[in-house]
């Protein structure tokens, strides 16, 4: 089936991260030198270090810690606007070194079917829209002569936003921060949503303290999107919650 589906795996971080931000943390309060701050960090100090971090506002030491995430079946609709996030490292899957020509499917590449498209039952009629799409690129490719990159830079251009993609992005955990609080918000579009739901599930199994309270800014305060608002704060609280409480 050439739905694809989201996968979202953090493969890599900062080793001991949140050992890392409390020493950053203590060593601009303390006269210790940083010999005497690795030793002494205890993990209870780790906590309430990063704890106090986050209550003054002092982000500067969670920057010392990244994360890198390997991302598939998602959209490049979603992608697009993921890359607008400039604090952050990407590499994505190429569309002019990489065929849209899919082996796996009888040729038909992968592609995301937004919920409302099945919801609306029209999931058979765009994927036959899907299946057209590829045939025009096939032709393309025929047409310009199969040369590689050269032809798979043009033909791309019949390609739809709903071709799948695959992506790695490194952030630190103050981009991190940034990124969760405007895209995990009900406004923020569908799949960049639950992209950033995934990572801040990823992220608060290995940095529980520095993304404990994480999320869209209704979890810390008054929705700030004015007429715009989702009206659905308690809900969205909720799910934040139990989130964070591991469930
Ligand atoms: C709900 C929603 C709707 C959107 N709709 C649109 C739209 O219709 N059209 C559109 O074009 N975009 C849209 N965007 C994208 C948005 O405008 C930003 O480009 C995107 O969210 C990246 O976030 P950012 O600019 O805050 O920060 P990032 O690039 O993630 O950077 C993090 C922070 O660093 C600082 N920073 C980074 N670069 C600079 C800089 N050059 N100068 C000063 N400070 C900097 C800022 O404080 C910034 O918030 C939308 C985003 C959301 C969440």
Redesign the pocket.
């Given at each position: 089936m050439p739905q694809a589906k989201l996968k979202v795996v953090l493969i890599a971080h900062t080793p001991q991260p949140e050992k890392v931000v409390a020493t950053a943390a203590k060593l601009c309060y303390s006269p210790a030198n940083i010999d005497d701050l690795r030793e002494k960090i205890a993990a209870s100090d780790q906590k309430k270090f990063v704890e106090k971090l986050a209550s003054l506002g002092h982000l500067s030491p969670i920057e010392h810690i990244s994360f890198t995430f390997a991302v598939e079946g998602i959209s490049r609709v979603c992608t697009h606007?993921l890359v607008?996030?400039?604090?952050?490292s990407y590499s994505q899957q190429s569309q002019r070194y990489v065929s849209e020509h899919s082996q796996k499917h009888g040729g038909l590449f992968d592609f995301i079917i937004p919920p409302s498209i099945e919801a609306a039952d029209k999931k058979e009629w765009f994927i036959d829209k899907m299946r057209q799409i590829q045939k025009w690129y096939d032709e393309l490719v025929e047409t310009l002569g199969d040369k590689g990159e050269e032809t798979f830079q043009d033909a791309r251009f019949i390609l739809p936003n709903a071709a799948e993609t695959k992506i790695i992005l490194t952030m630190n955990a103050r981009?991190l921060l940034?990124?969760i609080r405007?895209?995990t918000?009900l406004?923020?579009?569908w799949e960049i949503r639950e992209l950033a739901e995934e990572m801040l599930r990823g992220l608060l199994k290995v940095a529980p303290t520095v993304f404990g309270t994480s999320g869209p800014p209704c979890l810390s305060g008054p929705c700030p999107e004015g007429a715009m608002t989702c009206g659905k704060m308690e809900e969205v609280r909720h799910k934040f919650r139990q989130m964070h409480a591991g469930a």
């Open positions: 606007q607008r996030h400039r604090i952050a981009e940034h990124f405007v895209r918000c406004r923020a579009q």
